[in-house]
């Protein structure tokens, strides 16, 4: 009788407590109330990838990561620099983001399946389309990929250039050796020092080491794009609001370009009275309510960073050192397939 009575009790506090657990999850903050709270976003960023992230001698993050990273800022709070950017390696970064230690993961991160499926979070738009390639010392006279048949590669961990450069190699029945480094910063290094006859990676991410080479120009990326990397933001799933917020930050920035609004006729384009631009500068529906923010947080966005051609420009564009072309990045009217749902 004891045993059952011990059982019954057992029971019951077991219920309990999955009713307690139940009651302080409906408790549970969204993440964008916890972000309010503690008065700034926690942004996962590179350890430095000029272009993308990269800080400089006072702390001043920049690039196009960067620039989504204050976009968010910017409609949650109007003011684009309450933003903590944390740090992180290609293999740590997913951790951080399923354990809470950022509230967005904005590092040049592919979108695959498995991502999207197996780390507990969700890519909210591609910030980059871009795939990979490889770079080589001008001097070994190569001028395509499938001339590097037995080439040692300088490649990163934790990255999907391994999978990509393995799967590569085999198509074409070429051997090579690999030589992996768990940074990029080391990566760039060995291959700089002779320790391999290539570096691969995301193109975007060979223009931006390459600034780092005592000789740039002594080093050219080969032709060959052998994969498909759509870059973009990712957060945790479970939370659709932060998701959407998230999502139709960069929406925001695709269709302000596609209209014409930049950051310095954002003023005068709002007093519009054409029906698009005045849903999205809020003077027509609640389409910000509708993200949990103001009216204006299309307006907050395009002040804080401009439209995504802006900041594409002045990160990794014309504007910028690396100087690399739009190609697919434009957008789709004007021969890209950067393409944004519409406020409405």
């Excluded at 009790?9 to 657990?21: D, E, N, R």
């Excluded at 080093?219 to 609001?241: F, N, T, W, Y």
């Excluded at 959407?244 to 519009?272: C, H, P, R, Y």
């Excluded at 100087?323 to 519409?342: D, E, F, K, M, V």
Aim: hydrophobic fraction near 40%; glycine fraction near 10%; proline fraction near 3%.
């Amino acid at each position: 009788m004891k045993c059952i009575l011990a059982a019954i009790f057992a029971i019951a506090a077991g219920i309990t407590l999955q009713s307690a657990s139940a009651q302080e999850s409906a408790k549970a903050k969204t993440t964008l109330e916890a972000v309010k709270e503690r008065g700034v976003l926690s942004c996962g960023v590179t350890q430095g990838l000029p272009g993308f992230s990269t800080p400089d001698d006072k702390g001043n993050w920049t690039g196009l990561d960067v620039d989504i990273c204050r976009a968010i800022a910017a409609v949650v709070f109007n003011d684009p620099s309450k933003i903590k950017f944390v740090p992180l390696s290609a293999k740590d970064r997913f951790i951080a983001l399923q354990w809470g230690d950022i509230d967005v993961l904005s590092r040049d991160t592919s979108w695959t399946l498995s991502r999207d499926t197996s780390l507990g979070g969700n890519f909210t738009g591609v910030t980059y389309y871009d795939g990979q390639g490889f770079l080589v010392r001008k001097s070994l006279k190569v001028n395509s990929a499938l001339e590097l048949n037995s080439a040692s590669v300088c490649v990163q961990t934790g990255t999907t250039s391994e999978q990509n450069l393995a799967d590569y190699f085999k198509s074409n029945k070429m051997k090579y050796e690999v030589i992996a480094f768990s940074t990029a910063d080391e990566t760039i290094k060995a291959y700089e020092t002779g320790r391999c006859d290539v570096f691969t990676s995301d193109i975007s991410q060979l223009y931006a080491q390459r600034l780092k080479l005592l000789n740039p120009a002594d080093h050219a990326v080969l032709p060959e794009v052998i994969s498909k990397e759509p870059l973009g933001p990712m957060v945790r799933q479970g939370d659709d609001q932060w998701f959407d917020l998230v999502k139709w930050t960069l929406f925001a920035m695709i269709n302000a370009e596609e209209l014409g609004i930049t950051q310095k006729n954002v003023g005068e384009m709002a007093k519009s009275e054409n029906p698009e631009l005045k849903r999205i500068f809020g003077t027509d529906g609640n389409f910000g309510e509708q993200l949990g923010v103001t009216k204006d947080w299309v307006s907050r966005i395009i002040k804080a960073v401009g439209n995504y051609g802006e900041a594409f420009d002045r990160n990794v564009g014309a504007g910028s050192p690396l100087g690399i072309t739009r190609g697919l990045n434009r957008l789709w009217t004007q021969g890209g397939i950067q393409y944004a749902p519409p406020i409405r």
